[in-house]
């Protein structure tokens, strides 16, 4: 009972650490975004393309070599942009497709994935690891993998506001543009809001909180986040009639399309193509 | 000042507004504001200054009585007029309180160009704007940032810039030093006479005495009822302690020295403080 | 220097296998949640535009920002687990469905690019699970048994968690099912699995289940502790989604019926898959596995597998009769479930039509 309570008593300080995180996290402090690599020299708007396509031949591919030189393909953008591949390597493999890794493991066995008996771990009960299953989880892994790495990579090369801007080439009508980058810019504003609440709370706390008061407390942080948030909005809005908003969203972005965009578009286009007729 | 008659921009005529129906932010409140002045409403936190910068600014309407400006009575009606609004809010600006709130871009840049975007100008026309306005205050180097990454000083100068695009004549300011390191004030007050010396109107709304000298040539007091409690010049109201500390805006303290004298004294803020020997 | 070991770990244990990665769906199931959440977006504007016009962006924005912020809140349960609510039916009681659906949405993709929870193929996916099943179906439930109770009712709390509840527990339904028809649907020539590798049969328990036990329940609590606090701390707040009633009722009520009908038909019938599969995997008895598996140690054997996944009429193992069939009736399921969400659409866009002219 006791061991269960302090667990319990865990869960604010657990969301004020992934709070916390969330703040100090590295991609929102766009480092990366700012170095003279080969992506992030490109227009955002060429490289959603890229990543669109690229994204595609790894969802389409049916041939685990094809997803590997996809794969591979990653490292050599991410090589090219500057990004250090063994935190590239890690920050996919180590963390992102943990779950996955999970999941992947029961599949491995016959009584998931029948197939010819690679290894016998057990016979009675029968625990068999098969040639398909070792097959199937290679592909959920590596399909896994690479579309994460693609992700990350798009995400660590082209600062957020950016990012956002772009998705007007896929047609994302303005009026989601304009609230996207709002959303991005409150987000920041309501966890340190949230952060405060928690540290307030953390400094005003001496013994341990039971489950239903901590429950309660959570609750009412969510709540008053609510409130804050709806209020918030109100004021934005003010501030936005005020500098003559009139309903209609306005997003204006300084992109230029140059030759190395079409360049590296095409190539990424190609290799996208290549991968799909390969892997087909 | 050339011995013409200015212009009124503002005649405010008893004017009475609430948020909730029960509690007034103000209580039939009269003034009228003209072309070229620098006027300080002065008041405590709550006495409503900060509601009737949004009334003038058309954000919010007067319940009982009326504003107009330049003549023309605001409604919600008129401000949802196309070229009246197109006008207004192009002539007055509002630099609101919380940063926070009037930035709410995802970056300097877009920030700053939000208003320009908003009069339909040409793309060239709005990238120039922001980089005269960034320019203007020094901030060019902010040009990408997150507005969330900002000092508070810097924030003060982007929701500054976010107005200066918009190149208005009247420059409505809620506590516009509240917050701000000495550095970032003494900036702000230069920041304010020289838009004054090109001619703008500014009104600031404030409870600061300190700057009071430095941004307004005329005060206006509101009290607790949230009425206007008086009128005059800065050197007026700063000699009238027992209106400042009526309205909340001064408070008179004793102290206790080591000397077992008794000393009161009003804190008006100002540096130099009034002594009272109380025997 | 750029990875710190807590932090990244952290980010990595509020994943939640709600939020779907790529690789795990077929680019066709992708496309699909795409057809899906484009038109509930169109919808979702139109219906906004009139009801909320120029306000609509700033409170989108900070209730997509809420929401975003809230899925990272640690909820406790009874027992020492903790974990995380999705926020979709707090959302929509508040907002009303369509500003939910929207702002949902929003959170959604931030995290997908954020934290990468969540693939950005299978965002449209995971806007149909979390952004558009957990409102609508929470709302309706919620003003179902709410009725016309008063808005500081013990009812409306209660109300709240059931909605909660159920509405978390369909969408993992969904999630278990969308899961579970990859390997049936989509796989190599031979029968490998190329995605998401578990049949119905366990991919459904395995989401349904723990959801059961745990995360609707935090869904649940969290979103009726939150109606519980604002009944005390902020009326306003609820009386907002309330206001709006009058209008809302006519669309909430009325209008989700075929949504509401359409989830229980979806309820039904997967039961029914379940059934199917289970007499498939109920036949792997171990004897009969291991005696599958002596016959597949001849070479020749990997295209014959086994019976239950093996796709084409081409390899006839035995007892593949019933296979077809139940292929079959797993697409058909799938574009059942696509024309049931995609009329249900349209209905609701035909009832909305006249109310804005």
Same mark, same amino acid.
């Given at each position: 009972m006791a061991k269960s309570n302090n667990a319990i008593a865990g869960a604010v300080e657990r969301t004020l650490a992934e709070v916390t995180a969330s703040i100090e996290?590295?991609?929102?402090?766009?480092?990366?975004?700012? *170095?003279?690599?080969m992506l992030q020299g490109l227009d955002p708007r060429a490289k959603i393309l890229m990543f669109l396509a690229l994204l595609l031949a790894i969802s389409l591919s049916r041939s685990l070599p094809v997803l590997l030189g996809l794969y591979i393909f990653s490292l050599l953008l991410a090589w090219l942009s500057q990004v250090p591949l063994g935190f590239f390597i890690k920050r996919v493999?180590?963390?992102?497709?943990?779950?996955?890794?999970?999941?992947?493991?029961?599949?491995?066995?016959?009584?998931?994935?029948?197939?010819?008996?690679?290894?016998?771990?057990?016979?009675?009960?029968?625990?068999?690891?098969? $040639?398909?299953?070792?097959?199937?989880?290679?592909?959920?892994?590596? %399909?896994?993998?690479?579309?994460v790495s693609m992700g990350i990579l798009l995400v660590l090369t082209t600062p957020w506001n950016a990012l956002l801007k772009a998705l007007s080439v896929l047609r994302v009508p303005k009026v989601f543009i304009l609230t996207l980058g709002m959303t991005y810019r409150y987000i920041y504003l309501l966890l340190h809001t949230a952060n405060d609440m928690f540290l307030a709370r953390k400094s005003r706390i001496v013994g341990r909180m039971d489950s239903a008061g901590e429950r309660r407390w959570i609750a009412a942080s969510m709540g008053g986040l609510l409130s804050r948030s709806f209020d918030l909005s109100n004021d934005v809005y003010l501030a936005m009639l005020s500098r003559g908003y009139r309903g209609e969203a306005r997003v204006a972005h300084t992109f230029a399309f140059t030759t190395r965009d079409w360049l590296w578009t095409a190539v990424a286009l190609a290799v996208a193509v290549v991968a799909i007729y390969l892997g087909r | 000042?050339?011995?013409?008659? %200015?212009?009124?921009?503002?005649?405010?005529?008893?004017?009475?507004?609430?948020? $909730?129906? *029960?509690?007034?932010?103000?209580?039939?409140?009269?003034?009228?504001?003209?072309a070229g002045e620098r006027l300080a409403i002065l008041g405590s936190n709550g006495s409503g200054k900060s509601t009737l910068l949004k009334l003038m600014d058309g954000l919010y309407f007067a319940q009982q009585g009326e @504003? %107009?400006?330049?003549?023309?009575?605001?409604?919600?009606?008129?401000?949802?007029?196309?070229?009246?609004a197109f006008g207004f809010r192009r002539a007055v600006s509002l630099v609101f309180q919380d940063s926070d709130v009037q930035l709410f871009s995802p970056s300097v840049w877009d920030e700053v160009a939000f208003a320009p975007l908003q009069l339909d100008l040409a793309p060239a026309e709005v990238e120039a704007r922001v980089a005269e306005a960034l320019g203007g205050l020094n901030i060019t180097t902010l040009r990408d940032r997150a507005p969330h990454r900002l000092s508070g000083g810097e924030k003060k100068k982007v929701a500054i810039a976010s107005v200066l695009s918009l190149r208005p004549e009247i420059w409505l300011l809620d506590e516009p030093t509240a917050g701000l390191d000495p550095r970032s004030q003494s900036w702000l007050i230069d920041f304010i006479q020289e838009r004054w010396r090109q001619g703008n109107t500014i009104v600031t709304a404030t409870h600061d005495l300190d700057v009071l000298d430095d941004i307004a040539d005329r005060v206006i007091v509101f009290n607790e009822m949230h009425r206007v409690e008086a009128m005059g010049t800065v050197a007026e109201i700063l000699s009238d302690e027992e209106l400042l500390v009526r309205c909340n805006l001064a408070h008179r303290h004793r102290h206790y020295h080591f000397d077992d004298v008794v000393h009161e004294h009003h804190h008006l803020h100002q540096g130099e403080h009034q002594h009272t020997h109380l025997e | 220097m750029y990875i710190q070991d807590t932090t990244q770990l952290m980010a990595m244990l509020h994943f939640q296998p709600m939020h779907i990665p790529d690789g795990y769906l077929s680019p066709l199931t992708c496309l699909i949640g795409y057809a899906v959440a484009l038109f509930f977006w169109w919808r979702g504007s139109v219906a906004l535009r009139s009801r909320l016009n120029q306000r609509m962006v700033p409170l989108l924005a900070l209730m997509a920002a809420f929401s975003f912020v809230i899925m990272m809140f640690n909820v406790p349960l009874p027992g020492g687990t903790t974990g995380h609510a999705v926020g979709g039916t707090l959302a929509a009681i508040v907002l009303g469905p369509w500003a939910a659906m929207v702002s949902v949405s929003i959170a959604l993709l931030i995290q997908a690019l954020f934290f990468g929870d969540g693939g950005l193929l299978a965002y449209g996916i995971n806007v149909m699970n979390m952004a558009v099943i957990i409102p609508f179906l929470g709302y309706f439930i919620y003003r179902t048994i709410s009725g016309n109770s008063v808005l500081t009712s013990t009812r409306r709390v209660v109300a709240a968690f059931i909605a909660g509840y159920l509405a978390l527990t369909i969408s993992s339904l969904v999630a278990g099912t969308e899961f579970g028809l990859q390997p049936l649907l989509f796989h190599a020539a031979d029968g490998t699995p190329l995605y998401a590798p578990f049949p119905l049969s366990l991919s459904i328990p395995a989401m349904v289940i723990p959801h059961m036990a745990v995360a609707s329940i935090i869904e649940g609590l969290a979103t009726a502790l939150v109606v519980a606090y604002l009944q005390r701390a902020n009326l306003p707040i609820l009386e907002l989604a309330g206001g709006q009633a009058t209008d @809302?009722?006519?669309?909430?009520l009325r209008q989700l019926v075929p949504m509401w009908i359409g989830m229980a038909i979806l309820v039904i019938l997967t039961p029914l898959g379940l059934l199917a599969s289970g007499t498939a995997w109920g036949e792997w008895g171990q004897d009969e596995l291991a005696q599958v598996l002596g016959t597949k140690a001849i070479p020749q054997g990997i295209s014959q597998a086994f019976g239950g996944i093996a796709p084409l009429p081409d390899y006839s193992v035995p007892g593949l009769g019933e296979v077809p069939g139940y292929v079959m009736s797993a697409v058909v399921g799938v574009l059942l479930t696509a024309i049931l969400i995609l009329g249900v659409g349209y209905l609701l866009s035909r009832r909305a039509a006249p109310q804005k002219s």
């Open positions: 996290n590295n991609i929102f402090a766009e480092e990366m975004t700012h *170095k003279p690599g493999w180590l963390f992102m497709p943990f779950f996955t890794g999970i999941i992947a493991i029961p599949a491995l066995f016959s009584f998931i994935t029948p197939g010819n008996p690679l290894l016998v771990l057990w016979s009675n009960p029968l625990l068999v690891i098969t $040639d398909r299953g070792v097959m199937t989880a290679a592909f959920l892994l590596l %399909r896994v993998g690479a579309s | 000042m050339t011995g013409m008659q %200015r212009e009124t921009l503002f005649e405010i005529e008893q004017v009475v507004f609430s948020y $909730d129906q *029960k509690n007034l932010a103000l209580n039939g409140v009269s003034l009228e504001i003209f @504003i %107009r400006y330049r003549g023309t009575r605001l409604t919600s009606e008129l401000l949802n007029q196309e070229n009246f | @809302i009722t006519a669309l909430g």
